[in-house]
């Protein structure tokens, strides 16, 4: 993050870094910036405070899984509606890590922790789907440790003007070691993922020879090569259609209902910027609104609008 | 001609009493305003129905407004000298609370057999059924016809005549109180600026009304009301919401920084929402939040940014708020919550008034947590209480809880428009670039123990603050010792603010041996109450808490003096308790009412009297 803020030149004193409560949460104070490390699930709401009050700095929020979408889905869903300029940084691990290994909102199907000794018996979310489904307008996804494709994620986010949310799929060496490793695992990394790049054919694979087209209404994986099929044939990444529906399709791959148990799927995990499309963002909107009423009403203090109202004076 | 017969009175209460489409809220408006604008105080209590959708005519749908106007008014009345009641239903539901002897104006032309059986009436005659034939001065006056007869040239349609009904007979009662219509002519002409047809309508039926009275019950006596040389100044006339609403834009104009609201939509505190979204144009931002929670972090967000955070709710919001309070405690952020309290627990009554969110307020967060807590004790002196809270949080960087409630929060009064430079300065204490050498984010005065904030955008001044316990430098700390001496700065800091704020004020006779206390909105209930004895004679002290945490700093000496303590509050002793903790050697006797209504005066009066006699 740092990393990122000093690549685009933001200078640490015009930069918030707010958190809620969790692991993941303790990054305000490895920043030199202003930060605040706040309650649990409520570092999203306090975030849109500063950044309506506050447009002219650069604005994050680092959460969890169990804080943004457990706790805090509330908040989550109505950054995501309201399109809120902050950039959101989602360190899921499937876990609640801090309190010691607790399955979370996004815990698979059947994942044995200490409080699902037997397995879960509930659905996870998939970040993606819940923040596209809350016309969420930027969504990426990355590794964590993959440092060079978290930094583009995030200078993205940073760019976009509206909440932006980065999934970092990260572990819990603790209480929930290798829970991504179905696709994060350097052995099947290369095609358990690809990583989409606006403008870009989606090509994948160890050996870059897969790739994704449309078949119907489904992302279909074929290999270059087979059945005539070469790159002019592929899907090519378009992540500012404002229509998400082929991005939701794109961000669900390789996640069943059960999470991850549909990693043996075909298709790989989509990686790097899904979703960046252009709205109204909310600050924005109020302070242009605060303008143009400004327009309308001639008072400018709180005594000249009482003064133009019913009044009557005692001599 | 004048009406020869003219009764001079220090003061009288009018309730108007309807259907809740009938307009009565409006017809009270216009009859405080005049009057206040001829120089009467005034207090009004608006009772909206208990159901928002009830039919028509029906108990469930009458809608009032109550006026109290005079030389000297405290409350909006226990009772009224005059009801008026548009239709059955609201007779039904208003005539206990006519004085026996009073005025009782009711539109006859509703007095029929469908309406009547609509509110539950048996026979015909309802002044019979009800026993009150010859309780009261009964006049009956043709509203509806005579409406319809007024407005017959002009076309309208029925619906719309029907809906100036209220203002003719706020023309017959205008008539009654010798009042000159021109100065509700002023309030409808700018009303209704942008409605010319209903104005030109309402300019008619209020003369017509007016007329009606003259010609027609010349044999009914009229009242004059003593006014009362106010201080002089440009007045106008709010509700207890509105006056919070003006109170926080000052204080964030006199700070010269940016007003934020934080708030989830609850009755009955919305209004304050309504009144700061109105205000864009003075560089007010409202965010209507997706919860409770999000209204008052959104607020500590703001705050954190270098705003006024506010945000404002009712009870059962407070609940939902504690946590995030704990937070601005712990953060030292300054931030301003308001609590128009309703009836509780749970949703409990949420149209009425009560005073039993105090102890949820004072102590309702985890660990050692204290903040400010005060409380308005009239509708415009809501606009004070906002405006001095605001100052203590931004001064002194903590959370101060403001507690007003349904009763202040809906009555109005008038309020003395503030010259620019007569409220006191607002200095937030916020560190500057210049101190990038030494600043630490919890460092703090030695005497007030406040803490210096830095705004983010500041070069040189970046640090973190949050829930977690900290050292002075800001780094986080589980230290025993460190924690400790955190949570008494923290106090400290509370108690402190002690000497910044006015002492407890004794009123009334200074011999007395019985002192009558309270908080808040029953300042104008006890203050009637208290002087009405005095007035027959009975020897007595009062003295009301605007501040509770932390108290004034005389208020052990000036409760020791008292031979008898009567504390008056709406909930179950809550304040009485909190005195006794906190004032030893003292025996605090109490008057306690859960109803969801104000105190009315005379049982205020019997308490101290039994108090009294010992
Ligand atoms: C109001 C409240 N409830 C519960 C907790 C306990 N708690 C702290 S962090 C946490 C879950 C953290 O999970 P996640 O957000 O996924 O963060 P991680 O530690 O995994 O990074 C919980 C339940 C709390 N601090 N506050
Ligand atoms: S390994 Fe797990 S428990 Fe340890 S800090 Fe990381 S998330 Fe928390
Ligand atoms: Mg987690």
């Known amino acids: 993050m740092q990393r990122a803020m000093a690549e685009l030149g933001i200078a640490p004193s015009q930069t918030a870094v707010i958190s809620g409560i969790g692991c993941s949460s303790r990054m305000p104070y490895y920043m030199n910036t202003y930060g605040m490390h706040t309650i649990h699930g409520r570092g999203l709401a306090i975030a849109t405070g500063l950044k309506v009050a506050r447009p002219d700095l650069t604005v994050w929020n680092v959460t969890g899984d169990g804080d943004c979408l457990a706790i805090g889905g509330n908040h989550f869903i109505h950054a995501m509606r309201r399109n809120i300029d902050l950039n959101i940084i989602l360190f899921n691990n499937k876990i609640y890590g801090l309190t010691k290994g607790q399955y979370s909102p996004t815990s698979d199907r059947g994942l044995v922790t200490k409080s699902s000794p037997w397995g879960t018996v509930e659905d996870p979310f998939c970040p993606a789907e819940l923040c596209i489904g809350a016309r969420g307008t930027f969504f990426a996804r990355a590794i964590d440790g993959d440092i060079k494709n978290s930094i583009v994620a995030m200078k993205a986010a940073v760019g976009h003007k509206g909440a932006s949310v980065v999934e970092m799929l990260c572990n819990c ?66 992540a500012k259609m404002a229509d998400p529906i082929l991005h939701l399709k794109l961000a669900m791959m390789g996640y069943s209902p059960y999470g991850y148990a549909g990693a043996t799927d075909e298709l790989p995990i989509a990686l790097g910027v899904i979703r960046n499309v252009e709205g109204i963002s909310y600050d924005e909107a109020v302070a242009g609104q605060i303008e143009e009423v400004k327009g309308k009403k001639k008072a400018r203090t709180l005594r000249e609008l009482l003064l133009s109202g019913d009044t009557w004076e005692v001599k | 001609m004048e009406n020869p017969k003219i009764i001079e009175a220090s003061e009288v209460v009018v309730r108007f009493s309807g259907d809740s489409g009938d307009g009565m809220q409006l017809a009270g408006t216009i009859f ?104 009261y001065q009964l006049v009956g006056v043709p509203v509806t016809e005579s409406t319809k007869a007024s407005l017959a040239d002009t076309g309208m349609d029925a619906k719309s005549v029907a809906r100036c009904r209220n203002i003719f007979a706020l023309g017959f009662v205008f008539w009654l109180f010798n009042r000159p219509l021109k100065k509700a002519e002023e309030f409808l002409t700018s009303k209704f600026a942008k409605k010319p047809e209903i104005l030109q309508a309402n300019l008619k039926v209020i003369t017509d009304g007016y007329n009606y009275g003259a010609n027609t019950h010349a044999s009914v006596s009229t009242y004059r009301v003593e006014t009362r040389k106010a201080e002089p100044g440009i007045y106008c006339d709010v509700k207890g919401n509105a006056a919070t609403a003006y109170g926080l834009v000052a204080a964030a104009e006199n700070a010269g920084i940016r007003l934020f609201l934080g708030s989830y939509p609850i009755t009955p505190a919305t209004d304050i929402l309504h009144e700061l979204s109105k205000l864009k144009f003075l560089d007010v931002i409202t965010v209507q939040a997706e919860d409770e929670v999000s209204g008052i972090c959104t607020a500590i967000g703001a705050a954190f940014g270098g705003a006024l955070g506010v945000t404002s709710t009712s009870g059962p919001g407070i609940a939902l708020k504690s946590e995030a309070i704990g937070l601005a405690v712990m953060a030292e952020l300054p931030l301003v919550v308001i609590d128009v309290m309703r009836g509780g627990p749970s949703t409990g009554l949420p149209t009425k008034t009560e005073q039993t969110d105090l102890m949820q307020c004072i102590y309702g967060r985890n660990g050692e947590s204290p903040c400010v807590v005060m409380a308005a004790s009239t509708p415009v002196d809501c606009f004070n209480a906002a405006y001095n809270a605001s100052k203590i949080a931004l001064e002194h960087n903590t959370p101060v809880i403001l507690l007003t409630d349904a009763f202040l929060g809906n009555g109005s009064s008038s309020l003395r428009i503030p010259e620019p430079d007569s409220l006191p300065p607002i200095k937030p204490a916020i560190a500057t670039a210049d101190m990038a050498d030494s600043y630490e984010p919890y460092a703090r005065d030695p005497e007030t123990f406040v803490r210096l904030k830095a705004i983010p955008g500041t070069e040189g001044l970046m640090h973190r603050v949050g829930g977690l316990e900290k050292d002075e430098h800001g780094a986080i700390s589980t230290n025993p010792e460190v924690h400790q001496k955190m949570v008494r700065n923290r106090q400290a800091k509370i108690d402190s603010i002690a000497n910044v704020i006015p002492e407890l004020e004794v009123m009334g006779d200074a011999d007395a041996d019985t002192i009558v206390i309270g908080w808040g909105g029953t300042f104008g209930h ?46 179950n002793g809550q304040f009485a308790a909190y005195l006794r903790s906190k004032v030893e050697g003292i025996s605090i006797k109490e008057f306690n009412e859960v109803k969801g209504q104000p105190f009315q005066i005379r049982d205020i009066e019997e308490a101290i009297i039994s108090v009294v006699k010992g």
């Open chain 1, 173 to 238: 060496v603790i209480f929930a070691d290798g829970i991504h490793k179905l696709v994060t695992d350097p052995a099947v990394r290369a095609d358990k993922t690809i990583l989409l790049e606006d403008g870009k054919p989606m090509i994948y694979g160890k050996n870059r020879d897969k790739g994704l087209v449309l078949d119907g209404w489904n992302i279909k994986s074929v290999t270059l090569g087979e059945n005539g099929i070469t790159e002019k044939d592929l899907l090519v990444h378009d």
């Open chain 2, 32 to 135: 405080s305003t005049v009057a206040a604008i001829l120089g009467n105080e005034i207090s009004t209590f608006p009772d909206y129905p208990a159901e928002m959708r009830a039919p028509r005519g029906s108990l469930g749908g009458v809608s009032s407004f109550q006026v109290h106007v005079g030389k000297k008014v405290y409350t909006p009345g226990d009772q009224c000298d005059v009801l008026v009641a548009m239709n059955p239903a609201a007779l039904k539901q208003n005539v206990k609370f006519l004085k026996k002897g009073g005025v009782l104006i009711y539109d006859e032309d509703t007095f029929v057999q469908s309406e009547l059986a609509k509110a539950k009436f048996a026979t015909l005659d309802p002044f019979t059924e009800m026993g009150i034939a010859d309780k």
């Open chain 2, 526 to 571: 006890i203050s009637a109450a208290v002087e009405n004895l005095r007035a027959e004679g009975v020897k007595l002290a009062q003295a009301h808490f605007e501040y509770i945490v932390p108290l004034p700093t005389n208020t052990s000496e000036v409760l020791r003096k008292y031979k008898n303590i009567l504390c008056c509050e709406l909930n």
